[in-house]
Each structure stands twice: as structure tokens, then as C-alpha cells.
């Protein structure tokens, strides 16, 4: 009687239409009701879709089942594969591998020929955690009832040559590629097929981040951290040890999980790529990678970079050892240039302005094409657009609302110190005699608005600096700062940042 309720149910709700969907729903009544409610991905491929079904006088019941989305034309079609069937929950393990239980008691489908076919009916335990399928050939990792895990196949049959039972086990949710397991004390890494990946012997694994590698690629490998006797070094479900167990510290960046900061006990901070290729030397007091906050840079894309601490100083460094703000021993002033460089660099700007990962707007598809395959093509029409690119970063850096500070006056050297409000590192000294230094400074800030108007800058160190100002008092007198530094300046370069697309 319960099941012809049911059934009357999904009959009579599958003539309402459905809501929402971004989705065409096609088959019978009980599959358009499974799915109404429901918002099925427009991609292609398999999704499991639930639903709560409550009838007078009866708990409710959970239906689930498991759509194909396929693409025809401009729109996506979902139709019934398997389903739905009466259960607590239901969902993709796996390419090729869904699971759903009632109480303890765990079913797996596999994608066999074409179809999604029953593998295994009614396994008790308490948990299925991951698994694999190629075929009809399944491999799943359980929680048993005691709390230990093991490895079963389709037909829930214990996987010759893996443990009876391990300890523990972790299932990190960044990823569905490797699996933490302990056994007799130690830590691995086994992959959801069952095979080991990291041999179980170590005192600690866990997994450093699934991210990306340089040049928006996915990372070739999951990069564990692994310490045995107190030592720490990194391997990769691969099967590749990317550094042994032989230091004190480790740390990495997190978009660039090829690149590793490392010190050996006792000893100074290096970095070194997976490839073994040393980036920086074991010379540094610390070394520690830097994340910008983009919400404070602005920024579209962002730098690598390391914060470099030797003696009483620290740098900024990219991920080739290249300065991006050179050493000082201020530690107010240099963290205040870290939070802002992504905002005051000249490199990022034009990088972001004009988006020279993209095809420029006054450049040809071939000249796109070329430069993005010969290095010197794409430094030419770089340099091509260096100059009008100075020019609008200085606009951008002083905007509107830049004002003058004027400090104390120092009679003895008969100057004033000066500073620009949107130009953090840098103050100046202009020469005013001690007989105009009082006038000077009563008339600055009716000077100041002229005097930036017919300011010049220039970029150093990546970020703008002021190249002269000419104050004109309302007698007619005419005080010129000129930055030495200047000197011998050709135009402006940009900084190696290889930016993270």
C-alpha cells in the first residue's frame, strides 16, 4: 500500500512542471519529479539528483538517482540512467562509481558497457570513504564497524595484498586523488585504486594542497609532507621523492607547489624547485613565502614572492631570487611597501593594464601568435608599450588627490624635506635659503596644486618616483627640486614577476 502511495505521488506530481532548471528534464513522471527542485549542472556528463517525498500518515523517503546530462544543440537534456530508488543518500565516489546506502548497509553501481549496473547490494559498514572504478572493476575504502578501514572490491570482497585493517585513515576533501592511511604505527599514501603512492613508513604524512603550478597548470602531482625521526621532506603521489627527509623546515608557496623553501637544522633558508634546480642559496636567515591581498592591490593578477630576512634587513624577492623592493632594515616602512606593491608596481600595472597575456588591441593575431613563441618579439612589443605605460602609471599612482607634506626645516644644511602622500618610500630635499624659509612655507600649500601639475616622475625600483618640481611663490621666487637619482635614466623596465595567470 505504501509503494502505491508513493507511486501515486511521483505520478501526480510529475505533470507539474519544473522549476528553475537550467536543465531540459525529459522521461517518465517519476524521473521529472526526482529532478524538479533540483538545479542539474548545463555541462556534460552524470549528476545525482535526490528528493524528499512525505504522503499523510508516512515518514518521508528519500528518492535519489542519477542523471545523464547530454548536450544538443544550445541546450542540455537530462534523462533517467538508474533510479530513483528509495534510499538515505546517494552520490559520485568516482568517475564510474556511485554509492548509496540505508542505514549501514552500502550498494555500489558501476558504469559497465554503457549502462550503470549493481556491483554490490547491502555491504555493512559504516562508511564507504573513496574508491575507484574501471569497468565493472571497483576498488572502495571502508569504515568498518570497529572504525578501522579497509580495501574491498565490487562484490565487497576484502583487495588481496592491501592490510586487513588500517589504523586510520585520511580523506582530504581538497582532492579525491590520494588518501593518507595508517598502518602499524606509520603513515602512507595510497591512491583510490589501491595502489601505495607513499610508502608507509613515515611518522607524519599529510597533503601540503592540490594547487596550481606555474603558469596556471595543474601541479603533475598531490605534494605530501613527510617527517620520519623528527626530519621533514616532501614526496608526491606520483611516486617521486621531491625532497628527502633530511630538513628542519619546510614551507611553500601556495599557487606553486613545484617551488619549496627549506633549512636543514642549524643551518640558513634556501629554495630549490622539484626539479632540483636551486632558486636561491642556504644563505638566509629566513625565508618565508609572501601572499598579497587583493583586495588592498587591486590587482588581477599577482606576483610570486618571498619575504628574504639577512641580518637586520629583508628584501622582497621573485621567484628567481630578482629584488621586487630591495633590502632595508625598517621594518614599518618595508611592510608597508609588501602591502602595497601590487598597487604601487609599475610591472603589475602594465601587466593588468595591458593584459599582455592577451592579444594587445592595436596587434594582429599573427603578431600575437609570434611573440607569444619568440621571447625577444614579445620583449619588442613590450618595450613598445613602456612609455605611454609610464605615463598613465603615474597618472593612476598620484590621481587627483595627491597633496605635498612638507617636514621640518633644517637651517643648517638651508633645506626642506618633502614628501608625496601617494608615493610611500621616498621624501626629498629641495633647497630653500634661510631668508625665504619661512615665506616658503607659509605659501607651500598654495603652491602645491601648480607645483604637481607640472610635476615629473620616472619609475625606480618598480615604483614611482619624482623626477622634478618647481615651486612658485606669489612674489615670483622659483625653488626646482631635480631627483639625482634620475640621472642618467633611459625609460622603464619591467620586473620578472612571472605572473600567475
Not at 517519476?30 to 515518514?59: H, M, R, Y
Not at 585493517?165 to 583510490?192: F, L, N
Not at 602595497?340 to 593584459?355: H, I, L
Request: with cysteine; charged share 25%.
Amino acid at each position: 500500500m505504501r509503494n502505491i502511495i508513493l507511486s501515486a505521488i511521483l505520478l501526480v506530481l510529475g505533470s507539474m512542471s519544473l522549476a528553475g532548471q537550467d536543465v531540459i528534464v525529459v522521461g517518465g513522471g517519476d524521473f521529472k519529479t526526482l529532478c524538479e527542485g533540483n538545479t542539474i549542472p548545463a555541462q556534460e556528463g552524470w549528476a545525482v539528483v535526490k528528493k524528499n517525498v512525505s504522503a499523510a500518515g508516512l515518514s518521508p523517503e528519500i528518492w535519489c538517482g542519477i542523471a545523464k546530462v547530454s548536450k544538443k544543440g544550445d541546450s542540455y537534456y537530462a534523462t533517467s540512467a538508474f533510479g530513483p530508488v528509495m534510499c538515505d543518500d546517494m552520490w559520485l565516489l568516482s568517475d564510474g562509481l556511485v554509492v548509496y546506502n540505508k542505514g549501514n548497509r552500502f550498494s555500489a553501481l558501476c558504469f559497465v558497457d554503457g549502462k550503470w549496473k549493481q556491483t554490490m547490494k547491502g555491504y555493512n559498514c559504516r562508511y564507504i570513504t573513496c574508491g575507484h572504478a574501471n569497468g565493472a572493476s571497483a576498488q572502495m575504502l571502508v569504515r568498518d564497524k570497529d572504525g578501522l578501514f579497509s580495501w574491498i572490491d565490487q562484490a565487497g570482497k576484502h583487495i588481496p595484498g592491501t592490510p586487513e585493517h588500517y589504523e586510520d585513515a585520511v580523506i582530504y576533501r581538497s582532492t579525491t586523488d590520494v588518501i593518507a592511511v595508517k598502518d602499524g604505527g606509520k603513515w602512507g599514501a595510497m591512491s583510490p585504486d589501491a595502489r601505495v603512492v607513499v610508502p608507509v613508513q613515515y611518522d607524519t604524512v599529510f597533503l601540503t594542497a592540490p594547487l596550481r603550478q606555474w603558469g596556471g597548470k595543474w601541479a603533475d602531482a598531490n605534494w605530501l609532507f613527510v617527517q620520519q625521526n623528527g626530519l621533514w621532506g616532501v614526496r608526491g603521489d606520483n611516486g617521486t621523492e621531491a625532497l628527502p627527509t633530511v630538513y628542519g623546515d619546510l614551507s611553500y608557496w601556495p599557487t606553486a607547489t613545484d617551488t619549496w623553501c627549506y633549512r636543514r637544522k642549524g643551518g640558513k633558508w634556501g629554495m630549490m624547485e622539484t626539479s632540483g634546480k636551486q632558486v636561491l642559496p642556504e644563505e638566509y636567515d629566513a625565508l618565508s613565502p609572501y601572499s598579497f591581498n587583493a583586495n588592498v592591490s587591486g590587482s588581477r593578477r599577482l606576483p610570486f614572492a618571498i619575504i628574504a630576512g639577512q641580518g637586520k634587513g629583508r628584501a622582497l624577492l621573485n621567484h628567481k631570487g630578482k629584488e621586487l623592493i630591495p633590502y632595508m632594515e625598517d621594518t614599518n616602512m618595508f611592510e608597508l611597501l609588501v602591502m602595497f606593491y601590487p598597487q604601487k608596481s609599475f610591472s603589475v600595472f602594465t601587466w593588468n593594464r595591458y593584459k599582455l597575456w592577451e592579444k594587445g588591441e592595436f596587434e594582429s593575431a599573427a603578431e600575437f601568435e609570434a611573440r607569444k613563441k619568440d621571447p625577444s618579439k614579445a620583449e619588442g612589443y613590450v618595450e613598445s608599450l613602456l612609455p605611454a605605460a609610464e605615463k598613465a602609471f603615474a597618472s593612476a599612482v598620484i590621481g587627483p588627490d595627491a597633496r605635498l607634506i612638507l617636514s621640518r626645516y633644517d637651517a643648517e644644511s638651508e633645506t626642506f624635506r618633502f614628501s608625496v602622500d601617494k608615493i610611500l618610500q621616498d621624501t626629498y630635499t629641495i633647497k630653500v635659503p634661510r631668508a625665504d624659509a619661512a615665506l616658503f612655507k607659509e605659501d607651500f600649500n598654495g603652491m602645491m596644486p601648480d607645483a604637481l601639475k607640472g610635476a615629473k616622475f620616472f619609475v625606480r625600483n618598480d615604483m614611482l618616483s619624482l623626477r622634478s618640481i618647481t615651486f612658485t611663490t606669489p612674489e615670483g621666487k622659483v625653488f626646482t627640486f631635480e631627483n639625482p637619482l634620475a640621472e642618467g635614466y633611459t625609460g622603464p623596465t619591467l620586473n620578472d614577476l612571472d605572473l600567475i595567470q
